[in-house]
Protein backbone atom coordinates (compact mmCIF):
# COMPACT_ATOMS: atom_id res chain seq x y z
CA UNK A 1 0.00 0.00 0.00
CA UNK A 2 0.83 3.74 -0.46
CA UNK A 3 0.27 6.98 1.17
CA UNK A 4 -1.07 9.85 0.19
CA UNK A 5 -2.91 13.47 0.69
CA UNK A 6 -5.49 15.39 -0.73
CA UNK A 7 -3.68 18.16 -1.81
CA UNK A 8 -6.04 21.22 -1.14
CA UNK A 9 -5.64 20.60 2.52
CA UNK A 10 -2.47 22.64 1.91
CA UNK A 11 -4.73 25.70 1.07
CA UNK A 12 -4.46 26.92 -2.11
CA UNK A 13 -1.49 27.61 -3.06
CA UNK A 14 1.55 28.55 -6.27
CA UNK A 15 2.25 25.18 -7.85
CA UNK A 16 5.76 25.05 -6.90
CA UNK A 17 5.33 26.21 -2.97
CA UNK A 18 2.70 23.33 -3.34
CA UNK A 19 4.19 20.48 -4.17
CA UNK A 20 7.35 21.23 -2.93
CA UNK A 21 5.64 21.71 0.70
CA UNK A 22 3.70 17.83 -0.05
CA UNK A 23 7.24 16.39 -1.06
CA UNK A 24 9.29 17.85 2.00
CA UNK A 25 6.59 16.58 4.30
CA UNK A 26 6.95 12.94 3.09
CA UNK A 27 4.06 12.69 0.78
CA UNK A 28 4.89 11.67 -3.06
CA UNK A 29 0.76 11.01 -4.04
CA UNK A 30 -1.57 13.13 -4.31
CA UNK A 31 -5.60 13.30 -4.97
CA UNK A 32 -5.08 16.77 -7.28
CA UNK A 33 -8.47 18.86 -7.78
CA UNK A 34 -6.85 21.84 -9.68
CA UNK A 35 -9.05 24.27 -8.64
CA UNK A 36 -9.62 23.93 -5.09
CA UNK A 37 -5.60 23.48 -4.62
CA UNK A 38 -3.53 25.66 -7.73
CA UNK A 39 -3.58 29.19 -6.99
CA UNK A 40 -4.83 31.40 -9.68
CA UNK A 41 -7.16 28.45 -11.42
CA UNK A 42 -11.15 28.82 -10.42
CA UNK A 43 -12.64 26.09 -12.35
CA UNK A 44 -11.24 23.26 -14.67
CA UNK A 45 -12.48 25.96 -17.86
CA UNK A 46 -9.40 27.67 -16.81
CA UNK A 47 -7.29 25.04 -16.88
CA UNK A 48 -4.96 25.23 -20.13
CA UNK A 49 -1.99 22.71 -22.08
CA UNK A 50 0.53 25.67 -20.47
CA UNK A 51 -0.96 24.42 -16.93
CA UNK A 52 -0.97 20.96 -18.02
CA UNK A 53 3.06 20.75 -18.71
CA UNK A 54 3.37 23.04 -15.50
CA UNK A 55 1.57 20.36 -13.32
CA UNK A 56 3.80 17.58 -15.09
CA UNK A 57 7.12 18.99 -14.55
CA UNK A 58 6.86 19.57 -11.17
CA UNK A 59 5.18 15.89 -10.49
CA UNK A 60 8.72 14.65 -12.37
CA UNK A 61 10.41 17.34 -9.91
CA UNK A 62 9.03 16.33 -6.81
CA UNK A 63 8.71 12.84 -7.67
CA UNK A 64 4.45 13.16 -7.31
CA UNK A 65 2.00 10.63 -8.46
CA UNK A 66 -2.03 11.17 -9.02
CA UNK A 67 -3.65 8.24 -8.01
CA UNK A 68 -7.08 9.97 -7.79
CA UNK A 69 -7.34 13.03 -9.88
CA UNK A 70 -10.20 14.87 -7.94
CA UNK A 71 -13.69 16.17 -10.32
CA UNK A 72 -16.12 17.49 -7.38
CA UNK A 73 -19.37 17.67 -9.24
CA UNK A 74 -23.17 16.24 -8.84
CA UNK A 75 -23.74 13.45 -10.90
CA UNK A 76 -26.77 13.21 -9.00
CA UNK A 77 -28.28 16.17 -8.99
CA UNK A 78 -32.27 16.15 -9.71
CA UNK A 79 -32.55 18.88 -12.40
CA UNK A 80 -31.64 16.67 -15.52
CA UNK A 81 -30.23 19.87 -17.22
CA UNK A 82 -27.96 21.51 -14.27
CA UNK A 83 -26.83 17.55 -14.15
CA UNK A 84 -25.25 17.11 -17.36
CA UNK A 85 -23.52 20.35 -16.96
CA UNK A 86 -21.80 18.51 -14.14
CA UNK A 87 -21.27 15.83 -16.57
CA UNK A 88 -19.87 18.21 -18.78
CA UNK A 89 -17.45 19.21 -16.29
CA UNK A 90 -16.48 15.54 -15.92
CA UNK A 91 -15.86 14.79 -19.08
CA UNK A 92 -13.46 17.46 -19.51
CA UNK A 93 -11.52 16.53 -16.42
CA UNK A 94 -10.99 13.12 -17.50
CA UNK A 95 -8.75 14.36 -20.20
CA UNK A 96 -6.55 16.22 -18.03
CA UNK A 97 -6.46 12.73 -15.83
CA UNK A 98 -5.48 11.43 -18.37
CA UNK A 99 -2.97 13.65 -19.50
CA UNK A 100 -1.53 13.75 -16.01
CA UNK A 101 -1.06 9.88 -15.69
CA UNK A 102 -3.56 9.74 -13.31
CA UNK A 103 -4.82 6.36 -12.21
CA UNK A 104 -8.47 7.35 -11.87
CA UNK A 105 -10.91 10.73 -11.98
CA UNK A 106 -12.93 10.48 -8.97
CA UNK A 107 -16.39 12.45 -7.60
CA UNK A 108 -18.61 12.02 -4.92
CA UNK A 109 -22.52 12.65 -5.94
CA UNK A 110 -25.18 14.83 -4.75
CA UNK A 111 -25.39 16.00 -1.17
CA UNK A 112 -29.32 15.03 0.16
CA UNK A 113 -30.73 16.07 3.36
CA UNK A 114 -31.87 13.59 5.91
CA UNK A 115 -36.05 14.53 5.35
CA UNK A 116 -35.44 13.65 1.89
CA UNK A 117 -38.20 11.10 0.64
CA UNK A 118 -37.62 7.67 -1.10
CA UNK A 119 -38.55 9.00 -4.33
CA UNK A 120 -36.46 11.88 -4.33
CA UNK A 121 -33.76 9.33 -3.91
CA UNK A 122 -34.40 7.46 -6.46
CA UNK A 123 -35.07 9.51 -9.05
CA UNK A 124 -31.84 11.14 -8.09
CA UNK A 125 -29.99 7.80 -8.14
CA UNK A 126 -31.56 6.85 -11.72
CA UNK A 127 -30.13 10.10 -12.85
CA UNK A 128 -26.89 8.70 -11.27
CA UNK A 129 -26.79 5.85 -13.58
CA UNK A 130 -27.34 7.59 -16.40
CA UNK A 131 -24.56 10.04 -15.56
CA UNK A 132 -21.84 7.25 -14.66
CA UNK A 133 -22.96 5.45 -17.98
CA UNK A 134 -21.62 8.66 -20.31
CA UNK A 135 -18.29 9.19 -17.98
CA UNK A 136 -17.47 5.47 -17.80
CA UNK A 137 -18.12 4.54 -21.93
CA UNK A 138 -15.87 8.10 -22.48
CA UNK A 139 -13.11 5.73 -19.57
CA UNK A 140 -13.16 2.94 -21.70
CA UNK A 141 -12.85 4.93 -24.89
CA UNK A 142 -9.96 6.61 -23.38
CA UNK A 143 -8.16 4.07 -20.95
CA UNK A 144 -9.31 5.78 -17.65
CA UNK A 145 -10.81 4.21 -14.40
CA UNK A 146 -13.78 6.53 -13.29
CA UNK A 147 -13.96 6.40 -9.34
CA UNK A 148 -17.25 7.11 -7.45
CA UNK A 149 -17.51 7.76 -3.66
CA UNK A 150 -20.57 6.76 -1.57
CA UNK A 151 -21.59 8.96 1.08
CA UNK A 152 -24.08 8.64 3.80
CA UNK A 153 -25.70 11.86 3.09
CA UNK A 154 -25.43 11.48 -0.73
CA UNK A 155 -27.37 9.96 -3.56
CA UNK A 156 -25.09 7.03 -3.95
CA UNK A 157 -25.19 6.34 0.11
CA UNK A 158 -24.96 2.47 1.51
CA UNK A 159 -22.86 -0.12 0.59
CA UNK A 160 -25.97 -1.88 -1.45
CA UNK A 161 -26.64 0.70 -3.29
CA UNK A 162 -23.33 0.98 -4.58
CA UNK A 163 -23.64 -2.22 -5.65
CA UNK A 164 -26.71 -2.08 -7.79
CA UNK A 165 -24.68 0.78 -9.35
CA UNK A 166 -21.69 -1.60 -10.33
CA UNK A 167 -24.20 -3.91 -11.28
CA UNK A 168 -25.73 -1.32 -13.56
CA UNK A 169 -22.83 -0.36 -14.90
CA UNK A 170 -20.82 -3.80 -15.75
CA UNK A 171 -17.06 -1.86 -16.27
CA UNK A 172 -13.98 -2.92 -15.98
CA UNK A 173 -13.60 1.18 -16.00
CA UNK A 174 -15.92 1.83 -13.02
CA UNK A 175 -14.25 1.93 -10.06
CA UNK A 176 -14.89 3.14 -5.61
CA UNK A 177 -13.32 5.55 -3.64
CA UNK A 178 -13.71 4.07 -0.34
CA UNK A 179 -13.91 6.91 2.42
CA UNK A 180 -15.20 4.72 5.60
CA UNK A 181 -15.69 7.78 7.80
CA UNK A 182 -18.32 9.25 4.88
CA UNK A 183 -20.36 6.27 5.34
CA UNK A 184 -20.41 6.45 9.07
CA UNK A 185 -23.46 8.45 11.08
CA UNK A 186 -24.04 9.11 14.85
CA UNK A 187 -26.25 5.98 14.18
CA UNK A 188 -24.28 3.25 12.64
CA UNK A 189 -20.80 4.09 14.00
CA UNK A 190 -21.55 1.88 17.48
CA UNK A 191 -21.69 -1.13 14.95
CA UNK A 192 -19.23 -0.43 12.15
CA UNK A 193 -18.17 -3.99 12.33
CA UNK A 194 -21.04 -4.62 10.21
CA UNK A 195 -20.76 -1.52 7.96
CA UNK A 196 -17.36 -2.71 6.73
CA UNK A 197 -18.06 -6.61 6.03
CA UNK A 198 -21.10 -5.32 4.16
CA UNK A 199 -18.87 -2.71 2.44
CA UNK A 200 -16.42 -5.30 0.90
CA UNK A 201 -19.09 -7.39 0.10
CA UNK A 202 -20.82 -5.10 -2.30
CA UNK A 203 -18.28 -3.17 -3.61
CA UNK A 204 -14.27 -4.21 -2.02
CA UNK A 205 -13.12 -5.75 -5.76
CA UNK A 206 -13.13 -2.59 -6.92
CA UNK A 207 -12.09 -0.17 -4.70
CA UNK A 208 -9.44 1.87 -6.11
CA UNK A 209 -8.31 3.98 -3.22
CA UNK A 210 -9.28 4.66 0.16
CA UNK A 211 -9.35 7.68 2.42
CA UNK A 212 -8.37 8.48 6.00
CA UNK A 213 -9.89 10.82 8.36
CA UNK A 214 -10.63 11.60 11.87
CA UNK A 215 -14.33 11.20 13.74
CA UNK A 216 -15.76 10.50 16.65
CA UNK A 217 -19.11 10.55 18.87
CA UNK A 218 -18.56 14.20 20.63
CA UNK A 219 -21.04 14.81 24.17
CA UNK A 220 -24.32 15.03 22.83
CA UNK A 221 -23.79 12.05 20.18
CA UNK A 222 -22.92 13.93 17.21
CA UNK A 223 -19.80 13.08 15.10
CA UNK A 224 -17.06 15.77 14.87
CA UNK A 225 -14.02 15.69 13.36
CA UNK A 226 -10.82 14.80 15.45
CA UNK A 227 -7.33 13.82 14.48
CA UNK A 228 -5.91 10.34 13.39
CA UNK A 229 -4.92 9.25 17.08
CA UNK A 230 -8.18 9.61 18.63
CA UNK A 231 -10.37 8.42 15.99
CA UNK A 232 -12.98 6.13 16.68
CA UNK A 233 -13.11 4.63 12.90
CA UNK A 234 -11.32 1.37 13.24
CA UNK A 235 -8.86 1.90 10.30
CA UNK A 236 -7.17 -0.99 11.81
CA UNK A 237 -10.03 -3.21 10.37
CA UNK A 238 -10.02 -1.48 7.30
CA UNK A 239 -6.32 -1.68 6.29
CA UNK A 240 -5.95 -5.00 6.94
CA UNK A 241 -8.48 -6.09 4.65
CA UNK A 242 -7.53 -3.70 1.87
CA UNK A 243 -4.04 -4.53 2.82
CA UNK A 244 -4.20 -8.21 1.87
CA UNK A 245 -7.04 -8.08 -0.76
CA UNK A 246 -6.00 -4.98 -2.53
CA UNK A 247 -2.52 -4.07 -1.57
CA UNK A 248 -1.53 -1.63 -4.58
CA UNK A 249 -3.93 0.71 -2.83
CA UNK A 250 -3.27 4.19 -2.06
CA UNK A 251 -4.52 5.50 1.53
CA UNK A 252 -4.96 9.01 1.04
CA UNK A 253 -5.10 11.54 4.37
CA UNK A 254 -8.32 13.53 4.09
CA UNK A 255 -8.24 17.03 6.34
CA UNK A 256 -4.81 16.95 7.41
CA UNK A 257 -3.35 20.00 9.58
CA UNK A 258 0.00 20.59 7.14
CA UNK A 259 1.42 21.47 11.06
CA UNK A 260 0.79 17.73 11.39
CA UNK A 261 1.51 16.26 8.40
CA UNK A 262 4.72 14.48 9.43
CA UNK A 263 3.32 13.16 12.34
CA UNK A 264 0.05 12.03 10.50
CA UNK A 265 2.07 10.41 7.89
CA UNK A 266 4.18 8.41 10.39
CA UNK A 267 1.05 7.13 11.90
CA UNK A 268 -0.36 5.69 8.78
CA UNK A 269 3.40 4.21 7.38
CA UNK A 270 2.93 2.19 11.24
CA UNK A 271 -0.79 1.12 10.44
CA UNK A 272 -0.36 -0.29 6.82
CA UNK A 273 3.39 -1.89 7.73
Known amino acids: ?14 LEELFKRISDDGFHEIQLAIPKAIEGVNSLEDVDESLLKDIKLAMEKYDIAIPVFGCYVELGHLDSIERQKHVERF ?3 MDFA ?39 KKGEEIGLDVAIEPVALHTLNTPELTKELLERIPSERLKIIFDPVNLLTS ?9 WNRAFDCFGDKIAAL ?11 ELEKTNLQDNAANF ?10 KPETTVLREEIKPIEA ?12
Open 91 to 93: LLG
Open 211 to 221: HMKGTRLNETG
Open 236 to 245: KRIIDWVKKN
Open 1 to 14: MNIGLRAHDYGKKP
Open 262 to 273: KIDRAFMAELIK
Open 187 to 195: KNIEEQEKL
Open 98 to 136: KYLGARCIGSETTHFSMDSTDEERRIAFEGLVDSVEQIV
